[in-house]
C-alpha cells in the first residue's frame, strides 16, 4: 500500500477548501444554497486560460517559471479572472438574485441559481466546446517526498496559494472593518441594519469576494487536473459537502471541511475504487446532517 | 403526409405526457407542500430502472429479467422511487429547507453514478435494452402504434391528475398547503408536519418513477444519460411555466415547454452544420435557462397560476346556496 493517496487528497482537499469558502460565505450572508458557485469556477479557470493566452500572445515572458508547468502569463491573467469573476458575480446578482431578494422567499433563489447554473455551464461549452484542455502541455517529474510519495511542483504551488489565500480571508474577517460587518450580517441581518452596517456593500463585497475565490479554485484546478466546462459542476457536492461539515458561515470550518473531504475521496478512491468518488462527497454529507447537523463549527442548524 | 403529421403529432404527445407526469409529481413536492427537489432525474431514473429489470426478458451477466408484466413493472417503479424519497426524506425533511435541495442534488449524482458503474444491475453505460413495448404487435403500422400508445400514455396521464386533484381538495391536500403557509398554525391544530412532508415527498418521488417507466416502455431502451441534471431542470422549467400548485399548468407547462424544446431543436438542426450540433444544444440549454430567470422575474405564478383549493363540500355549499 502507498501513502500516495493523502497528498492527493491534501491538494485536492485544498482546492476544494478553497472553493467552499465562496461557498459558506454566500450561504450564511445571502441566506441561500448557490448553485452558480461550482460553475463561477468553471468560468474563473477559462478566463484565466483566455487571458494567459492573450497576455502570452502580447509579451514574451511566456516560458515556465523554474521547475513550474506555467508562466507569468497564467499567474498575471489568474488574478485578473479573480477580478472579472468576482464581477461577474455580482452582476449575477444585480440581473436575478438582488430582484427575488427584494420580493423575499430564499427557496426561488436556489431554483433561479439551479437554472442560471445550466446557463452558465452550457454557454462555456457552447464557446470552448466540452473537450477538456489545458493551462500547459509540459511534462512535470514529481518529486518524492518521504514513504513513497511523490508530488509535483505545481500541486506544491497550489498549496502554497490556497494557504496564503487562506490566511488573507481569515485576517480580512477577523481584522477589517468590512469583514467584522460581514460576520455581523451574517449572524442577524436585521440586528446589523439597525446599528448602521451598510448591508449593500456586505452583500457587494461577499460577491466579490466569493467569485474571486472560486476562480482561484478553477484555476489550482485546471493547473493540477484539467479544464472542462463541467469542473465546477462536478464539484459542487464536495463543496457543499465541505461547507456543511465546517458549519455554514465558518472560514476555517469550510478548509477543514474541504481537506476533510478531499482526504475522504483519495481514500475511497485508493481502497474503493475511483467509479465512486463523487458519491464519497455525498455519503459524508448525509452523515453530517444526520449525526451533526450544524457542522464541527457550525451554530446555525 | 397527413399520416407522417399525425404520427408525428401522436409521438411528440406522447413524449410531452410523460413529462407532464414527471411535472405532476414535483408539483405534490413543490407546488403543493413546498419541498425543494433538485433530483428530479434520480428519481425518475430510479423507475425507469426498476420497471426495466422487473419486465425485460433475462440476460446473460445482468441481474433481473423477471419478464413480468409491464403493469407490474409500473408498480414496482413506483415503490422504489417512493423508497427512495422516503430516505431521502427521513434524512433531510427536519432540517432547514435548502438541506433538502443539496442532499436531493446528491443523491441524482449517486443514482446517476450507480446507472454508469454498477453493471451487474444496470448494464452500465450501454443501458437496458429490449424493455418491452406496449402495444408491441402494432409495431409494423407505426401509426397504429403511436396513437395506441398515445391512449395509454394520455389514459395514465388523465388518471394521476385526476387521482392528485381529488387529493389537493382533500383534508390531507389542505393540510400540506396549510404547513406549506404558515408551519406553526398548522402544528398548533396538532398536524405532524414533517409526517405531511414525508409523504407528500414519497407521493410526488412515486409519480416521477412511474412517469420514468412509462418513458422507459415507450422508447424500449434506457441508458445512464437520460437522468442527467438537464432534464431536473426541464421539469422545473415546466412547473415554473405552466403555473406551481397548478394541476392543469403541470401538463400545460409540460406541453408549452417540450414544444418549445422540439421546436427550437428542429431550428438548431437546420441553422447550424452536422458538426457543430454538439455546440448548438448547450446554446438551446442556455436559452432555457434565460426564458425560466425570466419568468421567475417577470410572470412567477406561470401561465395559470394556483387557485384557490377548497373542500367540495364547500364548492357544493356554495353551488346550492
Keep these: 500500500m502507498t501513502l500516495q493517496f493523502l497528498a492527493d487528497g491534501l491538494v485536492m482537499g485544498a482546492m476544494t477548501g478553497l472553493g467552499a469558502i465562496g461557498l459558506t460565505l454566500t450561504y450564511s450572508i445571502l441566506r441561500f444554497a448557490n448553485f452558480t458557485h461550482g460553475d463561477l469556477i468553471s468560468w474563473g479557470a477559462y478566463l484565466t486560460l483566455t487571458l494567459a493566452l492573450l497576455i502570452g500572445a502580447a509579451v514574451p515572458y511566456g516560458e515556465p517559471i523554474g521547475p513550474l508547468s506555467f508562466g507569468w502569463p497564467v499567474l498575471a491573467g489568474g488574478l485578473i479572472a479573480m477580478a472579472v469573476t468576482g464581477l461577474l458575480a455580482l452582476a449575477l446578482d444585480f440581473l436575478l438574485f438582488a430582484r427575488l431578494r427584494r420580493r423575499g422567499t430564499a427557496i426561488i433563489m436556489v431554483i433561479a441559481s439551479f437554472g442560471a447554473s445550466l446557463a452558465l455551464r452550457s454557454l462555456l461549452e457552447f464557446l470552448f466546446t466540452s473537450e477538456p484542455t489545458y493551462f500547459s502541455r509540459e511534462i512535470q517529474i514529481a518529486i518524492p517526498l518521504a514513504a513513497g510519495i511523490r508530488v509535483t511542483p505545481d500541486q506544491l504551488c497550489s498549496l502554497g496559494l490556497t494557504a496564503l489565500l487562506v490566511g488573507a480571508m481569515h485576517l480580512l474577517l477577523t481584522r477589517s472593518h468590512i469583514g467584522r460587518a460581514m460576520r455581523a450580517v451574517s449572524e442577524n441581518p436585521a440586528l446589523a441594519r439597525i446599528v448602521g452596517i451598510d448591508v449593500a456593500a456586505v452583500i457587494r463585497t461577499t460577491w466579490l469576494i466569493g467569485g474571486a475565490l472560486a476562480c482561484a479554485a478553477g484555476v489550482m484546478l485546471g493547473l493540477t487536473v484539467q479544464i472542462r466546462p463541467y469542473m465546477g459542476f462536478d464539484l459542487l457536492l464536495p463543496l457543499f459537502a465541505a461547507a456543511i461539515l465546517g458549519g455554514i458561515g465558518s472560514v476555517p470550518g469550510a478548509v477543514i471541511g474541504g481537506l476533510i473531504v478531499g482526504l475522504a475521496e483519495s481514500a475511497g478512491v485508493q481502497f474503493i475504487g475511483a467509479n465512486y468518488r463523487a458519491a464519497i462527497a455525498f455519503l459524508l454529507l448525509l452523515l453530517v446532517l444526520l449525526v451533526r447537523p450544524t457542522g464541527l463549527f457550525g451554530v446555525r442548524p | ?321
Design chain 2, 1 to 321: 403526409m397527413m399520416v407522417d403529421l399525425l404520427g408525428y403529432g401522436a409521438f411528440f404527445l406522447v413524449t410531452a405526457l410523460s413529462y407532464a407526469i414527471i411535472c405532476l409529481g414535483l408539483n405534490i413536492q413543490w407546488g403543493q407542500t413546498g419541498l425543494f427537489n433538485v433530483g428530479v432525474a434520480g428519481f425518475v431514473a430510479v423507475g425507469a430502472y426498476a420497471s426495466a429489470l422487473l419486465t425485460t426478458p433475462a440476460t446473460a451477466g445482468r441481474f433481473g429479467g423477471f419478464e413480468l408484466p409491464i403493469a407490474i413493472g409500473w408498480f414496482g417503479a413506483m415503490i422504489a422511487a417512493a423508497i427512495c424519497a422516503g430516505i431521502v426524506g427521513a434524512v433531510t425533511l427536519r432540517l432547514r429547507a435548502d438541506y433538502l435541495a443539496i442532499t436531493t442534488f446528491g443523491i441524482a449524482v449517486a443514482i446517476q453514478l450507480v446507472a454508469l458503474n454498477a453493471q451487474g444491475f444496470t448494464g452500465g453505460p450501454f443501458g437496458i435494452g429490449f424493455i418491452p413495448r406496449p402495444f408491441a404487435e402494432l409495431a409494423e403500422t407505426p401509426i397504429a402504434f403511436s396513437l395506441a400508445n398515445l391512449a395509454l400514455v394520455g389514459g395514465v396521464t388523465l388518471l394521476t391528475f385526476f387521482a392528485l386533484e381529488r387529493l389537493a381538495r382533500s383534508p390531507w391536500g389542505r393540510v400540506l398547503r396549510a404547513i406549506r403557509e404558515d408551519e406553526t398554525a398548522a402544528a398548533s391544530l396538532g398536524k405532524n408536519a414533517n409526517l405531511y412532508r414525508l409523504q407528500a415527498f414519497m407521493l410526488g418521488g412515486a409519480v416521477m418513477g412511474l412517469a420514468g417507466a412509462v418513458q422507459a416502455h415507450f422508447i424500449g431502451f434506457i441508458a445512464p444519460d437520460n437522468y442527467v441534471p438537464a432534464l431536473t431542470f426541464q421539469v422545473w422549467a415546466m412547473l415554473i411555466v405552466g403555473g406551481a400548485g397548478n394541476n392543469r399548468g403541470a401538463i400545460l407547462g409540460a406541453v408549452v415547454v417540450w414544444g418549445l424544446w422540439s421546436l427550437t431543436g428542429f431550428a438548431m438542426s437546420v441553422v447550424f452544420p452536422p458538426a457543430q450540433q454538439a455546440r448548438a444544444a448547450a446554446l438551446q440549454i442556455v436559452a432555457i435557462g434565460v426564458v425560466l430567470a425570466v419568468i421567475l422575474l417577470l410572470r412567477p405564478r406561470g401561465i395559470l397560476g394556483e387557485k384557490k383549493t377548497v373542500s367540495r363540500h364547500i364548492e357544493a355549499a356554495d353551488i346550492s346556496a
